[in-house]
């Protein structure tokens, strides 16, 4: 997602050290028996989820949700595709709430100007301004930025950088305003890591200097995309460092006097094994949005509706809390090492383990790290184990129902050499920040076209790259909407051509971390600026 924040940068510098060639679905590292969450208490209610379905999502990313300040509209952001423009930058699109639910989101470009990309929006009724986040903008300060507008009859005008004093070198976004304007909650990674900020306002309308919020909410990892309650005693917020179910989860901290207490999980089903961020909910807290990334979804991220009431019996059924051993029972977890076939060294892989029909969990091993995840003992399982260079491997297992303690797994993995399969390949160059296909670059289909049809047992991979302007996060994700724009093109041409290929194309990214040519200079950043297409024999 081309949005300023699902992914921490540092977090991704982090794993880069690991994986130099990091693609889009990075899984968590599961721990087995770490700390429960402490979970919040929903008062005697149950929380109900609502798939949205297409009314609201699409196959693209959609998230930051946030209610208009009447609360009668829902506004957020997607990256879509849309007829009138040939890119898929993140633009606003708003539903209407209406007593039979909501309406089908509709494009609305209130800030008249539809290149500009918007992300996370929060809405300031009492001075009538819109806090928004930009990106690589030619009056920024950093890598994204805290941006500034007037409300005017419902359109964005007076379009300005919130300044040097809120805004850094780095990365600044998710803005969530108080209800009465007065104090501004924002993510930013001034200090290495996803924090959470904020600054409050002067009487001669600047800011103060922003203050780190501190513990108990930020932690050594990244929280980020804070909603602040209308009262303005709880804060909600993303984070993938307190004891959750998934990845980043979403926490809710209360105001005690001067201080906040320590975060209260949200529990299912606002979070799952996913990303859950994005939180947004009414006055009484009974209606929420919130965008995850979860399967059953439309396509990456989906926006989300939570209904939380006393009248409901039980919890939505494909949204419980993830199954656990009987609490008599010891805990069983496997333990994976995967190494090569041929030296018995260990290898980065990806790893998807999935019991009958259940929701599928991914994890990594990183170096001669073991990666390891909790089971159920007596129940059937496989694992798909695959990493790049090598053949993917499915292996099913089980343990007998007393098993417990830790049992590992070594997993072999058999070397294939791409290169020598490669029977062609080309390259697509990219204009700056841009993944749209340039006209002149797309000469190369008929020979795609003439090449699958003699070789339809074929495998075609698109690799996204970039060059070194602007963040490992952001580049990761430039990288891999090149390869995806470049895979969606090549994948109607193929349609139009009449032609059927066997095999999905794949698609990776690299961003910064592969160029071929220098970054020092104008020509050397456009050779890097690309996407290299390969078709690859299988047989």
Request: a negative charge; hydrophobic letters at 30%; one cysteine or more.
């Amino acid at each position: 997602m081309n949005t300023p924040g699902i992914f921490s940068d540092t977090h991704m510098r982090k794993l880069r050290t690991y994986f130099p060639a990091i693609g889009l679905a990075l899984a968590v590292l599961l721990q087995a028996c770490g700390a429960p969450p402490k979970l919040v208490d929903h008062e005697g209610k149950t929380a109900r989820l609502v798939r949205l379905g297409k009314t609201i999502n699409s196959s693209a990313d959609d998230f930051a949700p946030q209610l208009t300040p009447t609360a009668d509209a829902l506004i957020f952001t997607s990256n879509r595709e849309l007829p009138q423009f040939d890119d898929e930058i993140d633009r606003l699109f708003i539903s209407q709430r209406m007593e039979d639910g909501l309406t089908k989101a509709k494009y609305d470009p209130v800030n008249k100007d539809p290149d500009i990309k918007v992300g996370a929006v929060s809405y300031d009724p009492v001075n009538s301004e819109v806090f928004f986040v930009q990106c690589y903008m030619p009056d920024g300060y950093g890598d994204c930025d805290l941006y500034i507008a007037d409300v005017v009859d419902g359109e964005w005008k007076n379009v300005r950088n919130a300044g040097p004093v809120l805004n850094s070198i780095e990365w600044d976004a998710h803005p969530s305003i108080s209800r009465d304007g007065t104090t501004l909650y924002f993510a930013t990674e001034r200090d290495g890591q996803s924090e959470i900020y904020y600054a409050t306002r002067k009487g001669g309308g600047g800011w103060s200097n922003p203050v780190n919020i501190g513990p108990p909410i930020n932690t050594g990892g990244d929280e980020k995309s804070p909603f602040i309650s209308n009262d303005g005693e709880k804060l909600y917020f993303a984070s993938d460092d307190h004891p959750g179910y998934g990845q980043l989860d979403m926490f809710v901290s209360e105001k005690r006097g001067r201080q906040w207490a320590p975060p209260l999980n949200m529990g299912v089903p606002y979070n799952s094994r996913e990303d859950d961020v994005f939180f947004t909910t009414t006055s009484t807290g009974d209606t929420t949005f919130l965008a995850s990334n979860r399967d059953g979804g439309e396509g990456g991220f989906d926006i989300y509706q939570i209904i939380r009431s006393s009248k409901f019996e039980s919890d939505t059924p494909d949204e419980k809390e993830p199954p656990k051993p009987p609490a008599e029972k010891k805990p069983l977890i496997v333990r994976y090492a995967v190494l090569n076939g041929f030296t018995y060294e260990p290898i980065h892989a990806y790893l998807s383990l999935d019991t009958e029909g259940q929701e599928e969990i991914e994890i990594q091993t990183i170096g001669e790290a073991k990666a390891q995840t909790q089971i159920l003992a007596g129940k059937e399982y496989a694992t798909t184990v695959s990493a790049p260079g090598f053949e993917t491997q499915v292996e099913e297992f089980s343990y007998p129902p007393e098993a417990h303690g830790i049992k590992d797994r070594r997993i072999l993995l058999i070397p294939v050499d791409e290169e020598e399969r490669k029977i062609y390949s080309f390259v697509v160059e990219f204009d700056f920040d841009l993944f749209n296909i340039r006209p002149e670059e797309r000469k190369h289909l008929d020979s795609v076209v003439a090449l699958l049809k003699e070789f339809p047992d074929s495998k075609v991979v698109a690799s996204g790259h970039t060059d070194a302007k602007g963040t490992v996060n952001y580049n990761i994700r430039l990288g891999y909407n090149r390869a995806k724009s470049v895979s969606k093109y090549v994948e109607r041409y193929l349609k139009q051509a009449g032609v059927r290929i066997k095999n999905e194309m794949e698609i990776r990214t690299y961003g910064e971390s592969m160029p071929v040519d220098t970054n020092e200079t104008d020509e050397g950043r456009q050779r890097n600026r690309r996407v290299e297409i390969a078709i690859v024999r299988l047989k």
